[in-house]
């Protein structure tokens, strides 16, 4: 671990993904602050935003977005829970077209609590209005209706 300012430790994203799995597993209510890097998540997680991650405590649902590390490119992925099937789950970034490999539950890090962007709370995408964003992305309808709208912004300004 390395040392940052103050009292915050930093620590490799695989060791972050295993405390944070076998916390879960135990019960704990740790929190783990990551910065987020990439634009998958567009338009609710941004590039640079910073998300809280808590382990899961409760059952999972579609509309969730979850963090898990994934091996291939050695790196935390927090996407959306587009479906649920049996011990597996399927992901996808909100601002992707395909969706990601199955998932089992158990290897899950935990649950986004909190967004932050630059340090104001985002909570839009986390409410309940997270189903129907599952909905419109596991149907590709929201990747085609954020970039229609981010054409008619470039536009119209």
């Known amino acids: 671990m390395k040392k940052n300012d103050g009292d915050k430790k930093s620590i490799s994203t695989q060791t972050a993904h295993t405390l944070l799995k076998d916390l879960s597993r135990g019960g704990s209510l740790i929190k783990f602050s990551g910065t987020i890097q990439g634009n998958s998540m567009l338009p609710w997680i941004k590039d640079a935003d910073t998300i809280k991650i808590v382990p899961i405590t409760s059952k999972i649902k579609v509309g969730d977005i979850v963090a898990c590390y994934e091996e291939s490119n050695s790196r935390f992925v927090a996407h959306r829970i587009i479906k649920t099937a049996h011990n597996n789950i399927i992901t996808k970034g909100d601002n992707c077209f395909a969706s990601d490999p199955d998932i089992k ?27 129907l964003i599952a909905i419109l992305s596991r149907m590709n309808i929201l990747q085609l209706l954020t970039r229609i709208i981010r054409k008619m912004k470039f536009i119209f300004s």
């Open 105 to 131: 539950k158990e290897d899950l890090a935990g649950k986004v609590a909190e967004i932050y962007r630059k340090s104001v709370p985002v909570t839009f995408g986390l409410g309940t209005e997270r189903h």
